[in-house]
């Protein structure tokens, strides 16, 4: 059954990398940094611990994989929500990922508002672009698609429910429309997918935090 799709606009907004940091422009010239790039200093003495542990090159082995295999993803269900789902060219170990988490879009997503949309908002003071904004089991949310080598424990994934959060804010304060709920689908190598199902309202706070917490480290 095809996807039903909600006509909505939202301004197209240009990007700038400035210092190896990605920015967006809005329409007014104001530059705001990008949610992912504010999400960069989450936990970021962990992550830099973890490099230091397993060495640089092994790091960015394992970093460059989980980017391509998040790409993959992402382009697989965006195209699966577009209504132009063709499998044959998948490479399997993506077709395998993407058939875990296949039985939950089915059941749960439909009236599709965006989809990879450009956002920004004064308040928050950053910009992006969102991956799906979907009625999700019947109520709007930021649905964002995960992959992972092994299980994952909520706990560690707070930095998920944040950037959800701020998209769900940047779309609310674009269009007047309330987005109350993350949803976060996750395909698992070689095991049963993981599906998380928040409250936008539980995070929105922390990542205002860290919004807070990068402007006194870079000044933007």
Known sequence: M????????????????VDGKRYY???TGQLYPSVTTVMSI?????????RKRVGAEEANKIAGRAARRGTSM????????????DTSKLMPS????????QPWIDKYIDNVHAIEAPLFSDHLEVGGRV????????????????????????????????????????????TGISV?????????EDDHPLLF?????????????LRKEYKRRFDK
């Open 42 to 50: 989450y936990n970021i003495d962990a992550i830099m611990e973890w």
């Open 94 to 101: 993506t077709l395998q990922l993407f058939k875990s988490i």
């Open 74 to 85: 992402h382009t697989v269900c965006e195209n699966y929500l577009k209504n132009q789902h």
């Open 197 to 209: 199902v928040k409250k936008r309202d539980d995070y929105i706070d922390n990542f205002i935090s």
């Open 2 to 17: 095809p996807f039903h799709h909600v006509p909505t606009t939202l301004t197209e907004i240009g990007s700038k990398t």
């Open 131 to 174: 991956d799906c904004i979907a009625e999700f089991d019947g109520k709007l949310a930021i649905v964002d698609y995960k992959t992972s080598s092994r299980q994952k424990d909520e706990s560690k994934i707070q930095n998920y429910f944040m950037q959800c959060a701020a998209y769900a804010v940047m779309y609310e304060e674009r």
């Open 25 to 27: 422009e809005t329409p």
């Open 180 to 188: 109350p709920r993350i949803a976060i689908v996750m395909a698992v």
